[in-house]
């Protein structure tokens, strides 16, 4: 399911997207490496460094959660998932690197892999628990409790997201270890069903009670390598071992989360030796900030990421409840200038053309090529929908200016440069822009569900390696009272025609199918420009001397996908 981001903004949606130009895999560089701050790449695609036994470290953390229940709307941030939920909550199926791809693999919650087959025109799930798994308690981890989550996702009010959930029609359980699901019909993601972004939860401790408020606030079970301590909301989130944890248990006492939302900021603290790593948003001058530490810190930069970076607009929202005002927009926004000045010095360099992310790449077109700008067309656009420039110089139609605002998360210096970019190209290209950010609270809980903006600059994140455009642009995913308000097409969105070729890549098992549905599907979006892709994102992990272990980032489940493995260096 994908996830949002506004700036240093993640939330949890459905999965998707790739990038225009070459795709680059994951890069370890030293802060030594970086010259006229652009990051040179060394051989290595991660760090491994022996450790001792026992000790803590403190990590920086950009943005703390507003909640710890996963399933519900408010576990939206996709920081929940790096510093809880990743470590706490067992899932069917773990993604991995394997070659030049990301995978879904059978986790160590399995027997064996997930068995599925087609009958008639339901599809029969057949899971196979590992007998030896267990939550914190001693009590076993069963098949009660993937009934008892997928019942909670498909008949929940406000859920987060209900993708492939909604198709459940039955779940059998013959016994402990064993979970039929049957859905009504097809769907390609399944693998992504108890897995990434929603997990299993114990039905013996959440059974007949208030789930949200049991979890919201933190919660005292797990089912993976570690436990929560404490949560000291606005100052920190300490992590324990799990000490009934079947597999490889912690190297370490405790990890401590320290909120600091301040990327510079934050960089001063990892510098003074207050933070031991960092997974900083890639702001403007995080690079050279990490060069200038020498050998005292190593970076890694992956651009083989989830994240995708766009501009979204309010399709139900004047000016841009009109296609041509969409599309003058799209001839007028320079966004090559854009991502060359914001990531230039990590290798991004090109515009994405696409709203698959370079997670999903294989599913990917290319058909926002097209717009690049060109005022001739822009202007000719606007004057065919009755628009015509005022003494201002700004578009005008039945006295009303083209103008909107935008909206993205308050204090941070990538988002705010792109906001002032985009307010000088636009300005001259006769809309009016005006800029009125938010905190991410307030962007994704109220403002964006409810569609009360015009224009937002957020991240969506590909939590699964699987395509899911359904989730942002399929009509069904508007939040309503239909859908108990869980759908995340903020935008309003209604492409004529998309709807049924998106349930086509849902639905369809065959991937060289869903590969040629994919492009049909991307193709209408690119046409009726419901929204403009700006770029991949990277990732980018700092660690410290003390810090050893196998370090890399998973663009799914966060730099933090194996925290048990990590340790203080030897």
């Known amino acids: 399911m994908p996830q949002l981001l506004a700036a ?49 470290l403190v990590i920086g953390a950009e943005q703390e959660p507003d909640c710890a229940d996963w399933i519900g709307t408010c576990g939206a941030s996709v920081w929940g998932t790096y510093l809880m939920q990743a470590e706490t909550i067992p899932q069917v199926f773990d993604v991995r690197l394997k070659g030049k791809n990301w995978t879904p693999v059978p ?9 599925t087959k087609v009958v008639g025109k339901q599809q029969r799930i057949t899971y196979r628990l590992n007998p030896k798994a267990v939550w914190s308690d001693g009590k076993p981890i069963t098949s009660a409790d993937l009934k008892y989550t997928a019942l909670q996702v498909r008949d929940g009010k406000a859920i987060f997201d209900k ?52 979890m919201k606030d933190g919660y005292t079970f797990s089912g993976g390598p570690w436990k929560i301590a404490s949560w000291k909301e606005g100052v920190s989130l300490t992590l324990v071992p799990n000490d009934r944890y079947w597999g490889p248990k912690p190297h370490l006492d405790k990890v401590t989360f320290q909120f600091a939302s301040d990327t510079s900021a934050a960089t001063q603290a990892f510098a003074s030796g207050q933070f031991d790593a960092l997974y900083p948003t890639p702001q403007l001058t995080t690079v050279d900030q990490i060069k200038a530490l020498g050998s005292a810190a190593r970076m890694q930069v992956q651009a083989q990421t989830g994240n995708l970076q766009a501009l979204w607009l309010n399709n139900a929202k004047f000016p841009f409840d009109s296609a041509a005002v969409r599309k003058a927009f799209a001839y007028s926004v320079d966004r090559e200038a854009i991502v060359k000045r914001l990531f230039g010095s990590y290798g991004v360099t090109t515009p994405a053309q696409s709203f698959q992310s370079p997670l ?105 390696p699987n395509p899911t455009l359904s989730a942002t642009f399929s009509s069904t995913a508007i939040p309503s009272a239909a859908n108990d308000q869980s759908g995340i097409n903020f935008m309003r969105i209604r492409v004529p025609g998309l709807d049924p070729v998106l349930e086509r890549v849902d639905t369809e098992l065959d991937d060289t199918s869903r590969i040629k549905e994919s492009h049909r599907a991307e193709k209408l979006i690119a046409d009726d420009v419901p929204s403009l892709p700006l770029s991949a994102v990277p990732n980018v992990l700092v660690t410290g001397k003390r810090v050893g272990g196998p370090l890399s980032i998973n663009p799914v489940e966060g730099p933090w996908w194996n925290l048990e493995e990590w340790g203080q260096a030897k």
């Open 360 to 464: 999903v790449s294989r599913y990917a077109s290319a058909d926002f090529s097209g717009y690049k700008p060109d005022p001739a067309k822009a202007e000719r656009l606007m004057k065919a929908d009755g628009w015509a420039k005022n003494a201002s110089g700004f578009w005008a139609k039945n006295g009303k200016e083209a103008a909107f605002t935008v909206t993205s998360l308050a204090g941070n210096q990538s988002r705010e440069l792109t906001e002032q970019i985009l307010q000088s190209q636009l300005a001259k290209a006769g809309f009016r822009v005006k800029i009125k950010n938010s905190t991410p609270a307030n962007i994704f809980g109220k403002l964006a569900p409810a569609g009360d903006f015009q224009l937002g600059l957020w991240n969506i994140t590909d939590s699964f």
């Open 107 to 115: 986790s160590n919650l399995m027997a064996s892999e997930p068995m």
């Open 163 to 214: 993708s492939g959930y909604d198709r459940i029609t039955s779940i059998d359980t013959p016994d402990r270890t064993t979970a039929v699901v049957t859905l009504k019909s097809p769907y390609g993601n399944w693998k992504q069903l108890f897995g990434a972004g929603y997990g299993v939860l114990p039905s013996h401790l959440l059974r007949g009670k208030d789930r949200n408020a049991v």
């Open 8 to 56: 240093t903004v993640q939330g949890r949606f459905p999965a998707r997207l790739p990038a225009a130009g070459a795709l680059l895999t994951a890069l370890t560089l030293t802060a030594t490496a970086c010259t006229s701050g652009t990051a040179s790449p060394q051989s290595e695609t991660s760090t491994n460094l022996p450790v001792r036994e026992g000790g803590s």
